[in-house]
């Protein structure tokens, strides 16, 4: 290769670097100051702006969103600054959020910075003006804290002067402090105090015993807190209630029962009917007698003539000419068990 | 009496040379915008001038970013203001401390050597016989030396800035446990277009002036060989002390303008 294109190349090379390293150094510089990014215009109207200069930072959440652009007076009393703010940070800023003037630190620029509203408001849009609080100025400061300090003095006054009296033996602290008659009552008080306390105490216990005792179900409370009570009772009551009503069936069906037996005792009287018959007649009940002890007679012979025959019988089964027949018989209920 | 006609004397060569330089400087403008452009011999003036300085000035200005932050952290700790050493840093760099050490050791570097090599050249009357042969002497040598100091001196600066702010970012680095990206961040938060601009303009103006002064004294050098190394050692001297003056008026102008 030729020196001299070797030297050009070289160069070349040189003042592209150099070129570079300046571009790069105002590209971030230009970054920060939010000039290459998408921003919006957002206004913000101050009475007061402490010194901001366009450049300085706007802050949202502790996060640079922009930088102030302009500054207009537009009347005596009315500042109007236009900042820009960076499009994927606007969304998340409600229309409610208010600007402020503040340093950033203690020797720091002057920065605006944007504290949240309530969050009902809409995103902010490029082109709105959000509201602005007044900064609290150092003067204002001094101001307010002269009145708190007159005010301090004037106290520390008024505590002096009971510091004196109470020092002097006026009043009511005064004595407490220094009777020593009010001491010794005072301690005795809580002595008695200390003693009432104990009792109480104790007190305390035996209630909290009962308590805990009348927590059991071996006791009227204690089935009374039963849950399961309400239940048996009811069960009980509505039992008695079903008996009741049996009861009653009962009793009008005796009622009945008995009505009908007056009847009878009374047909009875008068004659009408078999029981009558069988109460009255003294004949009747001779012929039943005799009859039944004909009867019992007749039983008795019938009883004997079927023990004969029961014997006869037996002898039969025994006979060579009917003793296969009964074996046949005894055959056959054999197999019909089986 | 004698006292006052020395002095007076002196003032009028020093106007002398002043009315010399800036006639040297009206030529300079009306030669530069005339043809025939001599671009070959700028680009030589360039890589000599450049590329051959970077190391030199690369050198320095690490060093420079080194040693000032070392000097400032352990004060800047004891104020509890450690956080603040890459704004502080960046802005002394870029605003000041980069563009003057860089002009003053072009200065040292470049200013004595056209100073030297035109002042050789004058005294071995090849500048005369350029004149002779037809050729612009003047066009050759001198515009494509200024013109090379102006658009290469800005260059070396601000590599010279990223190298200082370099070597002080690996003292923050080594001795605070700053990572690279919170270093430069905070650079550049501190940073702005009124510290680059102007600091970055008044470099040509240094390159011109280190060019001009260097090419006026090798240019009109006088005495022969040992009128070569006054022409040297004026241009150095006179450069530096013209980079403090120029340096005063870009702040005083910037401070007006910002």
Same mark, same amino acid.
């Given at each position: 290769?030729?020196?001299?294109?070797?030297?050009?190349?070289?160069?070349?090379?040189?003042?592209?670097?150099?070129?570079?390293?300046?571009?790069?150094?105002?590209?971030?510089? !230009?970054?920060?100051?939010?000039?290459? !990014?998408?921003?919006?215009?957002?206004?913000?109207?101050?009475?007061?702006?402490?010194?901001?200069?366009?450049?300085?930072?706007?802050?949202?959440?502790?996060?640079?969103? !922009?930088?102030?652009?302009?500054?207009?007076?537009?009347?005596?009393?009315?500042?109007?600054?236009?900042?820009?703010?960076?499009?994927?940070?606007?969304?998340?800023?409600?229309?409610?959020?208010?600007?402020?003037?503040?340093?950033?630190?203690?020797?720091?620029?002057?920065?605006?910075?944007?504290?949240?509203?309530?969050?009902?408001? =809409?995103?902010?849009?490029?082109?709105?003006?959000? =509201?602005?609080?007044?900064?609290?100025?150092? *003067?204002?400061?001094?101001?307010?804290?002269?009145?708190?300090?007159?005010?301090?003095?004037?106290?520390?006054?008024?505590?002096?002067?009971?510091?004196?009296?109470?020092?002097?033996?006026?009043?009511?602290?005064?004595?407490?402090?220094? *009777?020593?008659?009010?001491?010794? *009552?005072?301690?005795?008080?809580?002595?008695?105090?200390?003693?009432?306390?104990?009792?109480?105490?104790?007190?305390?216990?035996?209630?909290?015993?009962?308590?805990?005792?009348?927590?059991?179900?071996?006791?009227?409370?204690?089935?009374?807190?039963?849950?399961?009570?309400?239940?048996?009772?009811?069960?009980?009551?509505?039992?008695?209630?079903?008996?009741?009503?049996?009861?009653?069936?009962?009793?009008?069906?005796?009622?009945?029962?008995?009505?009908?037996?007056?009847?009878?005792?009374?047909?009875?009287?008068?004659?009408?009917?078999?029981?009558?018959?069988?109460?009255? *007649?003294?004949?009747?009940?001779?012929?039943?007698?005799?009859?039944?002890?004909?009867?019992?007679?007749?039983?008795?012979?019938?009883?004997?003539?079927?023990? =004969?025959?029961?014997?006869?019988?037996?002898?039969?089964?025994?006979?060579?000419?009917?003793?296969?027949?009964?074996?046949?018989?005894?055959?056959?209920?054999?197999?019909?068990?089986? | 009496?004698?006292?006052?006609?020395?002095?007076?004397?002196?003032?009028?060569?020093?106007?002398?040379?002043?009315?010399?330089?800036?006639?040297?400087?009206?030529?300079?403008? &009306?030669?530069?915008?005339?043809?025939?452009?001599?671009?070959?011999?700028?680009?030589?003036?360039?890589?000599?001038?450049?590329?051959?300085?970077?190391?030199?000035?690369?050198?320095?200005?690490?060093?420079?970013?080194?040693?000032?932050?070392?000097?400032?952290?352990?004060?800047?700790?004891?104020?509890?203001?450690?956080?603040?050493?890459?704004?502080?840093?960046?802005?002394?760099?870029?605003?000041?401390?980069?563009?003057?050490?860089?002009?003053?050791?072009?200065?040292?570097?470049?200013?004595?050597?056209?100073?030297?090599?035109?002042?050789?050249?004058?005294?071995?009357?090849?500048?005369?016989?350029?004149?002779?042969?037809?050729?612009?002497?003047?066009?050759?040598?001198?515009?494509? &030396?200024?013109?090379?100091?102006?658009?290469?001196?800005?260059?070396?600066?601000?590599?010279?800035?990223?190298?200082?702010?370099?070597?002080?970012?690996?003292?923050?680095?080594?001795?605070?446990?700053?990572?690279?990206?919170?270093?430069?961040?905070?650079?550049?938060?501190?940073?702005?277009?009124?510290?680059?601009?102007?600091?970055?303009?008044?470099?040509?103006?240094?390159?011109?002036?280190?060019?001009?002064?260097?090419?006026?004294?090798?240019?009109?050098?006088?005495?022969?060989?040992?009128?070569?190394?006054?022409?040297?050692?004026?241009?150095?001297?006179?450069?530096?002390?013209?980079?403090?003056?120029?340096?005063?008026?870009?702040?005083?102008?910037?401070?007006?303008?910002?």
């Amino acid at each position: 290769m030729d020196k001299s294109i070797a030297t050009n190349i070289k160069l070349g090379a040189f003042v592209l670097a150099g070129t570079a390293l300046l571009i790069t150094a105002i590209y971030f510089i !230009g970054q920060k100051q939010s000039m290459f !990014g998408n921003s919006s215009m957002v206004y913000a109207v101050f009475r007061d702006i402490n010194g901001l200069k366009p450049g300085n930072n706007v802050r949202y959440s502790g996060i640079n969103v !922009g930088s102030v652009k302009d500054i207009t007076m537009v009347a005596d009393t009315v500042v109007v600054i236009r900042f820009g703010l960076r499009k994927d940070i606007l969304p998340h800023i409600k229309s409610d959020a208010h600007a402020i003037i503040i340093n950033d630190g203690l020797v720091g620029n002057m920065i605006v910075n944007i504290l949240p509203g309530k969050s009902t408001g =809409r995103p902010l849009q490029g082109g709105d003006t959000i =509201r602005s609080f007044a900064r609290i100025r150092t *003067d204002e400061m001094l101001s307010t804290l002269s009145v708190t300090n007159e005010n301090a003095a004037l106290l520390t006054a008024e505590l002096l002067k009971i510091t004196r009296d109470i020092s002097g033996g006026k009043g009511v602290i005064s004595s407490m402090i220094s *009777d020593s008659t009010i001491a010794r *009552d005072l301690k005795e008080t809580i002595h008695h105090l200390r003693h009432t306390a104990e009792a109480s105490n104790k007190a305390l216990v035996n209630i909290n015993r009962l308590v805990v005792s009348l927590d059991k179900n071996n006791n009227l409370l204690g089935m009374v807190r039963d849950t399961m009570l309400p239940k048996t009772i009811k069960q009980t009551l509505s039992n008695i209630e079903n008996s009741s009503g049996e009861i009653s069936v009962v009793i009008r069906q005796l009622n009945d029962l008995i009505a009908n037996a007056d009847t009878t005792v009374t047909n009875i009287r008068k004659g009408r009917g078999a029981i009558n018959y069988l109460s009255n *007649d003294r004949n009747f009940v001779d012929k039943v007698d005799r009859t039944v002890t004909d009867l019992d007679s007749a039983v008795l012979q019938i009883n004997n003539a079927a023990i =004969r025959l029961n014997q006869s019988l037996e002898a039969l089964r025994y006979h060579w000419l009917l003793k296969g027949s009964f074996k046949k018989m005894e055959k056959e209920k054999a197999g019909k068990k089986e | 009496m004698k006292l006052l006609n020395t002095l007076i004397r002196s003032v009028l060569n020093y106007l002398e040379e002043l009315g010399q330089l800036s006639r040297f400087a009206g030529k300079f403008f &009306r030669e530069v915008v005339r043809r025939p452009f001599e671009g070959r011999e700028l680009l030589r003036q360039c890589y000599n001038m450049g590329n051959k300085s970077l190391l030199l000035v690369g050198v320095t200005g690490f060093i420079i970013g080194l040693v000032f932050t070392l000097q400032s952290r352990p004060k800047m700790l004891e104020l509890g203001a450690a956080a603040w050493l890459p704004s502080m840093v960046s802005i002394s760099i870029v605003r000041e401390i980069g563009p003057i050490i860089t002009a003053l050791i072009c200065a040292g570097r470049i200013g004595s050597g056209i100073g030297a090599e035109l002042g050789s050249m004058r005294v071995t009357e090849q500048i005369d016989a350029m004149e002779v042969s037809g050729t612009n002497p003047f066009k050759y040598l001198v515009v494509t &030396r200024i013109l090379a100091t102006t658009l290469m001196i800005p260059i070396l600066v601000v590599m010279s800035d990223a190298i200082a702010l370099f070597g002080s970012f690996l003292v923050e680095s080594i001795k605070g446990d700053v990572s690279f990206r919170l270093y430069f961040d905070e650079v550049f938060a501190s940073l702005d277009f009124i510290d680059i601009i102007p600091a970055t303009l008044k470099t040509f103006f240094f390159g011109f002036a280190i060019g001009l002064v260097g090419s006026f004294r090798g240019y009109y050098c006088k005495h022969g060989t040992a009128g070569v190394g006054v022409a040297a050692n004026t241009a150095v001297v006179e450069t530096s002390m013209l980079l403090f003056v120029l340096d005063f008026l870009a702040v005083m102008v910037t401070d007006i303008f910002y």
